[in-house]
């Protein structure tokens, strides 16, 4: 399955929304936006408030529409935090937010060059936790809002940190099993 990333427009406002409003991805977000009852009003809010932000539409290639949407990577540009849904649940377990992710992330290394990338997950959402570590991610401790925080470099060798270790000391250091 093709898989393409765009820069997310103001016509693709009411699709975030609508899936804004599926409970397996609102109940995961990290932010007020973790609300079964999003209002247009906050969610233009949260569109207009996205410097140092890219906002990317994931779409897919099929035989009967095109490219059509199915979900958003969104990049934070000044602490290099990426995120991700599929909003189209019936697309889930399909490699299509693996794809996204590492296309989002070639482009960062390329185009700012960068080499370190951060995300926080939720520890109930197993899904998103697969699909950061598939593509080097690992836990280094905790995030903010209750979630964890998984990082990825490519600069430095690091070492997994146990699901059990409490603390937030840095993947990277000697002995952290």
Same mark, same amino acid.
């Given at each position: 399955?093709?898989?393409? @990333?765009?820069?997310? $427009?103001?016509?693709? @406002?009411? @699709?975030?929304l609508?899936?804004?409003?599926?409970?397996?991805?609102?109940?995961?977000?990290?932010? +007020?936006?973790?609300? =079964?009852?999003l *209002? %247009? =009003?906050?969610?233009?809010?949260?569109?207009? #408030?996205?410097?140092? $932000?890219?906002?990317?539409?994931?779409?897919?290639?099929?035989?009967?529409?095109? !490219? $059509?949407?199915?979900?958003?990577? #969104?990049?934070?540009?000044?602490?290099?935090?990426?995120? #991700? /849904?599929?909003?189209?649940?019936?697309?889930?377990?399909?490699?299509?937010?693996?794809?996204? @992710?590492?296309? &989002?992330?070639? !482009?960062?290394?390329t185009? /700012?060059? %960068?080499? /370190? +990338?951060? &995300?926080?997950?939720?520890?109930?959402?197993?899904?998103?936790?697969?699909? +950061?570590?598939?593509?080097? !991610?690992?836990?280094?401790?905790?995030?903010?809002?209750?979630?964890?925080?998984?990082?990825y *470099?490519?600069?430095?060798?690091?070492?997994?940190?146990?699901?059990?270790?409490?603390?937030?000391?840095?993947? /990277?250091?000697?002995? #952290?099993?």
């Amino acid at each position: 399955m093709n898989v393409n @990333l765009r820069e997310i $427009r103001d016509t693709d @406002l009411p @699709l975030l929304l609508a899936w804004a409003h599926i409970k397996e991805i609102w109940t995961y977000l990290p932010t +007020f936006r973790q609300n =079964e009852n999003l *209002t %247009w =009003e906050n969610h233009w809010e949260w569109w207009k #408030i996205r410097e140092g $932000r890219i906002d990317f539409m994931i779409e897919v290639n099929t035989e009967d529409y095109g !490219f $059509r949407p199915v979900g958003v990577v #969104i990049v934070n540009l000044k602490s290099q935090e990426l995120g #991700i /849904y599929i909003g189209e649940v019936n697309l889930w377990g399909k490699e299509i937010g693996k794809k996204a @992710l590492a296309t &989002a992330m070639d !482009f960062m290394k390329t185009h /700012y060059k %960068w080499d /370190y +990338f951060w &995300a926080v997950i939720h520890p109930k959402n197993k899904r998103s936790r697969r699909l +950061f570590q598939s593509l080097g !991610f690992q836990k280094t401790g905790p995030g903010r809002s209750g979630q964890n925080k998984y990082e990825y *470099t490519s600069s430095r060798p690091t070492v997994p940190v146990s699901e059990y270790q409490v603390g937030s000391r840095p993947s /990277y250091q000697p002995g #952290i099993i």
